[in-house]
């Protein structure tokens, strides 16, 4: 009894056992995406952890910046982030720490927008101070700067948003201009031109002094009335309205001003002509035109049958919303489209169908999108044909063959039909007479056509000039794939220019090439298993290929655990429970007297032995190793002496 003493726990003697087969896989594990580029605003995201469901990780960021919503897992999942904004004109990185591998997180620098209220200063020639408003935001820095001597600020450089005083030295001399740039903000400064020595008066009125203008646009015009000699400057306040010429005037005397057309809602901008202001009031955008009418058309009637071998005009009626256009075409030489080529709403499609002095006829012309079956009966005396031979089967090199047409001498006939690869030769004719078929030699797959000579279907079949395309591929399956997955390069051998193609695999096995053209190779790829044992049969080149993965995981039960045996010789049966598709192996730690004789297939079953007789004084044991993934138990034998 030495085996029952090494087995902890356990009693000897029969009874079951049930063991879970550990995982012996390595913990491997990857991340997506491994890099992540974020806008200053910051946001939110997700990284995607792939690994083995046994197996556990952690998760750590180095920067107070971005938080993690979870730190720690097992198997597969899903690790949320949030990053706060980037108040930096600089751009930022951190390192996301996933088990061994890091995840590299990129924040992108703030902007600085700058504005600056009033928009423009327009001040009289005494000069002086004015505040402005710099808005932007509290980490951006900004300089500023004016490009003329005549124009100072108090201030020249600072952070965020601020008010800063702006000095306008007085001017004697003409109007003049100059910009303060703070940031990347631009501020227009004009001031007008000292006054001129004259005893009369110099202020100015206008009239009118405001106008209207519709969303078109266009150019406007007031009066304005002032000393002779006094000097007069416009400036507009509204950028879309702009100033005609110079701008300044002398006097009395008209400014002129252009309107730039309104796309949006109405709109009102001031025009100051030396500080006397003109108001612009301009007319919102025309609301859009109406959407067109659904268009949904029918004529009637549908087919004209029996038309009578004369000729005769035919009317179509067509129903259609208002402004709902329409076209009428006929492609038949016999029938003409004499009224209503083209028209809109209801309206009514003459056709005019030819006299017929032949067969029964019939085509199809088209109004309004709708088909227009026209059927002509035969002439009085119809003509009849025959022809011969009604088929042709040339070789793939080519070929030409005469067909005999059989008629009276008064009937005409025609070929159609023929395709680019036949040529036949005449056309059409009166009376009896031969068609010489020419077919040029065929370098595709084969190919079949009909062609209609005298009325007469003749077929022509030419067979393919590819050549014979066979197909071999190994291996021809992948058995016993891990459960983790795994790849294999199947090899496709064939004739150059033979295309071949993969198809009917499930979504847990993809291939590398699923189209080809000759010998190739193509690597089939069979995704990690969670699951039971699953198979699957599909095609590569035509050719059947199987691949068979093993399950995620398999338990096993054994029962009994142990035998005590008579000294006789013994058949015995040792039953072994598991999932299907989880194999099962059997062996014997001494086969000189402990023989196996059956084991089950995967998923189970009853696992035979026989003990030979015992002859010798003292007793003896042995084991029968049950095994499977990831599992191993002996089942210990033990037989009586003689």
């Known amino acids: 009894m030495a085996i029952c003493a090494s087995i902890a726990a356990a009693r000897c003697g029969s009874g079951s056992t049930t063991l879970t087969a550990p995982s012996v896989q390595r913990c491997a594990l990857t991340i997506s995406p491994g890099t992540l580029t974020l806008d200053a605003a910051g946001g939110s995201g997700a990284v995607t952890v792939t ?39 600089t751009p930022r990185n951190t390192v996301v720490a996933i088990g061994e591998f890091r995840a590299t997180l990129t924040q992108r620098a703030a902007s600085c927008p700058f504005s600056l209220t009033p928009s423009s200063i327009a001040i009289g020639p005494g000069g002086g101070e004015q505040t402005i408003s710099l808005s932007t935001e509290d980490f951006c820095s900004w300089t500023a700067a004016s490009d003329v001597p005549w124009v100072t600020v108090t201030r020249t450089a600072g952070n965020g948003s601020d008010e800063l005083q702006v000095r306008v030295d007085a001017n004697a001399g003409e109007l003049r201009r100059g910009t303060l740039t703070v940031g990347d903000a631009s501020l227009p400064i004009e001031q007008q031109a000292r006054p001129v020595a004259n005893p009369t008066s110099c202020a100015v009125t206008l009239a009118p002094s405001a106008s209207s203008v519709t969303s078109a646009g266009g150019p406007i015009t007031t009066s304005v009335s002032t000393g002779a000699g006094c000097t007069w400057t416009a400036v507009s306040n509204a950028s879309w309205v702009k100033i005609s010429g110079s701008g300044t005037g002398s006097g009395s005397g008209p400014a002129t001003f252009s309107v730039d057309p309104n796309t949006g809602a109405a709109r009102t901008g001031t025009v100051m002509i030396s500080g006397v202001p003109f108001t612009v009031s301009q007319g919102g955008a025309a609301a859009p035109p109406p959407p067109p009418p659904s268009c949904t058309f029918s004529a009637a009637p549908g087919s004209f049958t029996n038309v009578a071998a004369a000729g005769a005009t035919l009317d179509v009626m067509v129903t259609a919303p208002t402004g709902c256009a329409w076209t009428a075409t006929s492609t038949l030489s016999w029938v003409a489209i004499t009224q209503g080529a083209s028209g809109s709403g209801d309206a009514t499609v003459k056709l005019t169908v030819q006299l017929n ?21 035969a002439a009085a005396s119809p003509c009849t044909f025959t022809v011969a031979p009604t088929s042709y089967n040339p070789p793939v090199a080519g070929g030409t063959t005469q067909i005999a047409v059989t008629t009276t001498s008064s009937c005409a006939w025609t070929v159609s039909g023929a395709p680019s690869w036949i040529s036949a030769t005449p056309s059409g004719a009166t009376g009896n007479g031969n068609v010489s078929l020419t077919v040029q030699a065929n370098t595709g797959a084969g190919r079949t056509a009909t062609l209609t000579i005298a009325g007469q279907p003749v077929v022509v079949t030419q067979p393919s000039g590819l050549p014979a395309c066979a197909y071999t591929i190994n291996p021809s399956s992948f058995s016993n794939v891990a459960a983790a997955g795994g790849n294999i390069s199947v090899a496709v051998t064939t004739t150059a220019g033979c295309a071949w193609s993969v198809s009917g695999n499930p979504a847990w096995v993809t291939a590398s090439t699923v189209n080809g053209s000759g010998s190739g190779t193509t690597t089939i790829t069979v995704q990690a298993n969670t699951g039971a044992l699953r198979t699957s049969a599909f095609t590569i080149a035509g050719q059947n290929f199987t691949v068979t993965q093993l399950p995620g995981a398999c338990t096993y039960t054994v029962t009994p655990s142990s035998f005590n045996l008579p000294s006789g010789a013994q058949n015995k049966t040792i039953t072994v429970s598991t999932q299907a598709g989880c194999p099962v192996q059997a062996s014997s730690s001494d086969t000189s007297w402990l023989h196996i004789t059956a084991t089950p297939p995967a998923g189970g079953g009853d696992v035979d032995f026989t003990a030979d007789r015992n002859d010798a004084s003292t007793a003896r044991t042995a084991n029968v190793t049950i095994s499977g993934l990831a599992f191993t138990q002996n089942v210990s034998v033990t037989q009586a002496k003689k």
């Open 357 to 377: 002095s032949g067969v029964l006829r019939s085509g199809t012309v088209t109004v309004a999108g709708q088909p227009i079956t026209v059927t002509q009966v």
């Open 51 to 89: 690994t083995s469901r046994e197996c556990q990780w952690t998760a750590s960021a180095s920067a107070p910046w971005i938080r993690l919503g979870t730190t720690s897992g097992q198997g597969p999942g899903t690790i949320s982030y949030d990053v706060d904004p980037n108040r930096s004109t």
